[in-house]
Structure formats: C-alpha cells, structure tokens
C-alpha cells in the first residue's frame, strides 16, 4: 500500500514570501503526483499533477512542484505567495489509471500582511 | 458550467439515525468518488463509480454504507445506522471519460455531518 506524508500541518508566512509545502510518500509500485488546494468553503482544486516526463511541474497561481524519485519527495514551491493563497494544501498519489487518490494530512498555510 | 453539487451541506443526526447524502457530478462525467475526511485525519477514497457500475468499493468502511448512482447521473450515500465515528465532511467529485489521469478530479463542497 502506498501512503502519503506532509511533513507541516501548518506553515505561516509573509506576503511575498517563498513558501514551500513538503511531500513525502512511500509506494512499492511507480505513482502519479498531485497537489490539490482546498480555500474556505470550497471543495477541492487541482493545482498540479505529475504523471510523467519533466520533474519539474508548473501549475496554476504560480506554484510549482519537482518529482524527485531517489527521495520520494513532490515539494510544492511558489517564490512569492500572496494574502489570496491562505488555504489548506494536499498532496496525494494514485498507483491507478483512475481517480483513486491517496492523500496526506494536509498543510494549512497561513499568509500574513 | 455548473460545478460537482452536494447536498445538503451541512447534517446533525443522532447515533442510530439515518442520513442520506446526495452528490450532481458535472453533466456528462461518468466518473464520480466519493471520499470522506474525519476530523484531524486525512482524506480517505470510499468508492468510484463508471456510470451505473460500482467498479472499487475497496474504500466503503462497513455495510452501513450504501452507496448509488442509479441511471448513471447523481449519486446517494446513505449512513444506516449512523454511528459517532461516521462524522466527517463526505466529499463527492466527478471527472469525464477518457484517460482518467488527464482528466482532472472535480470536487463539490462537501457534506459535513455531524452524529451526536
């Protein structure tokens, strides 16, 4: 069985700060990556996903992600974050062709003025 | 395009009680999961629907879950009899046919049911 662990429950920052949320997971078998964000009151939103190919994975608002096979890792950066990325981020994996999404705990980040 | 809609968003029911939750995938997605956060854990898959067809239920906690999508359109979740453990937020999300990966999970904004 393959699982997920974020390394952060919570992260605050200042606008206009780096940030990066980390990833790890554990899989006997090749995964695919993703990075969802889930802002108050909603549901869940794809920010990015590796399937395959680059490492290095753009996605939107300006955050980013690098797949990094030797350490299992999938870090989610963004250079510099504003008020509007407060949310709680979740990464998770499928070892599946389908939606069927393994998650971690969350990291709730907090960006102060 | 109207997004995943789950209904209703919030429910308080009592141990013992029964409680059905409802989730609209978006028009024309065949694909709809069912996933569901206790509080202070991570987000767990239940099960995964192709149209009709159940085709992984591995997720479903126990038989006092029943999970259907009769005619392939919306999907039921009921909780029969609900227990204190069940409360959590019941997320439901949807995705079109085709290579599933590249097709990206729409998630509705879940049903948070709370048993006292």
């Known amino acids: 069985a393959q699982s997920v662990t974020q390394l952060d429950s919570q992260v605050p920052v200042f606008e206009e700060a780096p940030v990066e949320l980390r990833c790890n997971y554990s899989?006997?078998?090749?995964?695919?990556l993703f990075w969802y964000v889930q802002y108050p009151n909603q549901g869940l939103q794809l920010l990015l996903k590796?399937?395959?190919?680059?490492?290095l994975v753009k996605g939107i608002n300006g955050f980013e992600a690098e797949f990094n096979k030797s350490q299992t890792s999938f870090h989610l950066r963004k250079p510099s974050v504003h008020i509007s990325d407060t949310a709680e981020y979740f990464c998770?994996?499928?070892?599946?062709?389908?939606?069927?999404?393994?998650f971690g705990q969350g990291t709730i980040l907090t960006v102060h003025p | 395009e109207a997004g995943v809609t789950q209904f209703p968003s919030h429910s308080v029911i009592e141990k013992g009680q029964t409680v059905t939750l409802r989730c609209d995938p978006i028009?024309?997605?065949?694909?709809l999961y069912w996933y569901r956060r206790v509080m202070g854990k991570e987000i767990k898959f239940l099960l995964h629907?192709?149209?009709?067809?159940?085709?992984?239920e591995s997720g479903m906690p126990n038989n006092r879950f029943l999970a259907e999508r009769t005619g392939g359109t919306y999907s039921t979740l009921k909780v029969q009899p609900a227990e204190l453990e069940d409360s959590g937020v019941y997320f439901c999300?949807?995705?079109?046919?085709?290579?599933?990966?590249?097709?990206?999970?729409?998630f509705g904004n879940g049903t948070r049911l709370t048993v006292t």
């Open positions: 028009s024309g997605h065949d694909n």
């Open positions: 590796y399937l395959s190919g680059s490492t």
């Open positions: 998770a994996v499928s070892v599946t062709s389908y939606g069927k999404l393994t």
């Open positions: 629907f192709v149209k009709e067809s159940k085709q992984d």
């Open positions: 999300a949807s995705s079109s046919p085709g290579t599933e990966l590249n097709s990206p999970l729409h």
């Open positions: 899989s006997s078998v090749s995964v695919y």
